[in-house]
């Protein structure tokens, strides 16, 4: 199937909703049936019917459709955030005495899962350098599980070989899971490079409007079953279907906002490579990136995020190229139609992270604006430094 079918045609049945061009929200809380035994055989049935909206509601089942297709998966699941999707998909690998080798540095709640949470049930964890693949073959134990990838990360996009390291991964019969949230499905699929499942902060491009908080699993439709009998039932960590209608308005533009952002994202990125005030660009497709290739072989393109290390030792010349900029929001997340600027100065002040990166540094997003206004008004923050 083609992108273009799936963002606006799959799983739509316009003859079943009065021909509505939008998806119909199907706000209700359960379903009712005329006889004892219809009850009977959708309560066979209720992973997979309209029964009780915590596990299926038909707005939530085109929202699955279309992101299992993007993915190439077989099906998937949407959750009420990106956390409650990895921690579910986490969750159903692991029990108590196994072990999981995670990339280092991935995204902060998954960290606080894996090394504050999960540690109380006696499930273990080795985090690893991921720019070998031979790094994970060699922190893996007998009760290895799990090898949790983050394909490229949030703040400094370091990238991991997905297809070797589950080629490996399958010879253990060891689960892989990535994170594919900087990307969409646009720019990377890690299912078709072997990955077992595929999670999402749906948050960010997957909506795209900055008004819907949501996750997203992919995988095979066995494996998604069992998520859903077990975790997602039970932890009722679930979208809701005024949220999922959201998101399937967002997805219309899926395609086109991610390669707009990605296109402007590599102008800006030439020209702070070139900027004397910049010491350091973090960015997939940067000419100066030593895992250009890797990028080039596994994405499609770059996406909108990218990292300055600003040319300063002083914290309020920070502060004050961060309060200059005009055209981007000081915020945080990414994904929306609008520019962003996340100094990580700022997390100094957080009780809820550990900040272990300089406090130099800067993610910007590039969101929809034109990518010439947002090089004149970085240029100009940088000049009040």
Known sequence: ????????????????????????????????????????????????????????????????????????????????????????????????????????????????????????????????????????????????????????????????????????????????????????????????????????????????HSDVVAGVVCSTHERIMKMMAEEYMTIGSVISPHDAALVLRGLRTLDLRVNRSADSALKVCGMLENHPKIKQVYYPFSTNNAQLELAKKQMKQGGGLLTIVLNTEKEHEVEMFCDSLKRFLMATSWGGYESLVFPLCALAASKSFENPLPFNMVRLYIGLEDADLLIEDLKQALEKM
Request: a negative charge; proline letters at 4%; one cysteine or more.
């Open 1 to 208: 199937m083609d992108i273009s079918y799936i963002l606006n045609h799959l799983g739509e049945e316009r003859e079943e909703y009065y021909g509505a061009v939008a998806p119909p929200i199907f706000q209700s809380v359960n379903f009712c049936y005329k006889t004892v035994g219809e009850m009977r055989e959708k309560l066979k049935r209720e992973l997979e019917t309209p029964f009780y909206t915590r596990g299926y509601n038909p707005t939530v089942e085109i929202l699955r459709k279309k992101l299992a297709a993007l993915e190439g998966a077989e099906d998937a699941l949407v959750f009420s955030s990106g956390s409650a999707a990895v921690a579910a998909a986490i969750m159903s690998v692991v029990k108590a005495g196994d072990h999981i080798v995670c990339v280092q540095k991935p995204y902060s709640w998954t960290n606080t899962l894996i090394s504050k949470y999960l540690v109380k049930y006696g499930i273990t964890c080795t985090f690893v350098d991921g720019g070998e693949a031979s790094n994970f073959e060699k922190s893996i134990k007998e009760n290895t599980k799990l090898i949790y990838l983050e394909s490229p990360n949030s703040l400094t996009y370091e990238l991991q070989d997905i297809q070797a390291t589950t080629t490996f991964a399958t010879t253990k019969n060891i689960i892989t899971i990535v994170d594919n949230s900087y990307n969409s499905p646009i720019n990377q699929q890690p299912i078709s490079m072997g990955a077992d499942m595929v999670v999402h902060s749906g948050t960010k491009y997957i909506n795209g």
